[in-house]
């Protein structure tokens, strides 16, 4: 007869309490009912019954899915590389150390993004370029949201990145409506990228890799892919006013541009953007009332 020694709560009880200090520094705001949630979601894609781990009087083995998940919890390995997914929006994706982990912040350039498509694209397909879509999260997203047709292209420079946002395209497929088309670009910006485009949306690489590193959390540093996050301080303005040059030639007349970026520097890009020949570049607030956004118009 098999004894339990202690449940699943008991031991994650336990765990919290022994391991606070560490847990807190490196998963803010980490509740032990979230804990909870991803191990039973841990369990669940390793085909395991999440209490089987304490149905033994001895320690279970190394290897056993459940052991990893609590030692990858004590080296401070973010919850969504541990478990492989990440909710964003209504829908859950694939992470890999490849992509970055979605923010809730980009959840907003989905709703804004969303506004303009159901302002302006009853009556025709709307054509939408997601620039550096790592998970494919915005542009997936917008596909589960809207009933009006897109057209995505979905680029990023990562062929690993991009494996698995057409995985995520894979996985999620059956709940997206078939008037949608998306087409998957290896791309440094737009170098492989042809055609016009009513939205160009992007989430890009945003961080100055020395000025901005002490505001990264070392958790991020140490484990999200870097070129998903930094470019060189240097050549951070070159790189930008490239990429605005780019969107200025693929954007329709009446084409809208949504840009990601960071707080301390999007006054700067913004006026970058004009000078590049926008008529409108307006920073927008994310609901903490950061600036985050970049809205561009021709
Ligand atoms: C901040 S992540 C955003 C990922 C995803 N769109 C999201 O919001 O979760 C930036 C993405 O841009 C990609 N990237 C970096 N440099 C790029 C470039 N020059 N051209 C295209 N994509 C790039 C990275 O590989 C990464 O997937």
New binding site residues.
């Given amino acids: 007869m098999r004894v339990s020694i202690v449940s699943l709560d008991n031991y994650l009880k336990g765990f919290f309490e022994s391991e606070k200090k560490n847990l807190m520094q490196n998963y803010p705001g980490l509740t032990l009912h979230r804990l909870r949630q991803d191990i039973n979601l841990h369990a669940f894609l390793h085909g395991i019954d999440s209490e089987e781990i304490f149905d033994f009087p001895y320690l279970p083995h190394r290897t056993h899915p459940l052991t990893i998940f609590f030692e990858k919890l004590k080296e401070g390995v973010p919850l969504e590389y541990i478990t492989g997914y990440a909710y964003f929006y209504r829908s859950i994706f694939k992470v890999t150390s490849d992509?970055?982990i979605?923010r809730s912040e980009?959840e907003i350039l989905v709703e804004l993004a969303s506004q303009e498509i159901k302002k302006n694209y009853r009556k025709r397909p709307c054509r939408v370029a997601d620039?550096?879509?790592?998970?494919g999260?915005?542009a997936l997203s917008l596909m589960t949201e809207e009933s009006a047709a897109l057209s995505i292209v979905a680029?990023?420079?990562?062929p690993k990145?991009l494996k698995i946002a057409k995985e995520n395209y894979f996985n999620q497929r059956y709940g997206l409506s078939n008037i949608h088309q998306i087409d998957f670009v290896l791309?440094?910006?737009f170098a492989n990228i042809t055609g016009e485009f009513d939205l160009i949306l992007s989430?890009?690489?945003y961080i100055k890799r020395e000025a901005d590193l002490k505001e990264v959390h070392p958790q991020v540093a140490s484990f999200e892919?870097h070129?998903?996050?930094f470019l060189d301080d240097d050549s951070y303005d070159q790189w930008f006013k490239e990429f605005f040059e780019s969107i200025y030639q693929k954007l329709s007349t009446t084409g809208v541009s949504l840009i990601e970026g960071h707080e301390h520097h999007l006054e700067h890009l913004a006026a970058m953007a004009k000078s590049t020949g926008f008529s409108e570049a307006v920073v927008i607030q994310d609901y903490t009332q950061r600036n985050r956004f970049l809205k561009l118009k021709k």
């Fill in positions: 992509t970055l979605p980009t620039i550096g879509t790592g998970t999260a915005i680029s990023d420079i990562s990145a791309s440094d910006r989430n890009p690489p892919p070129l998903a996050l």
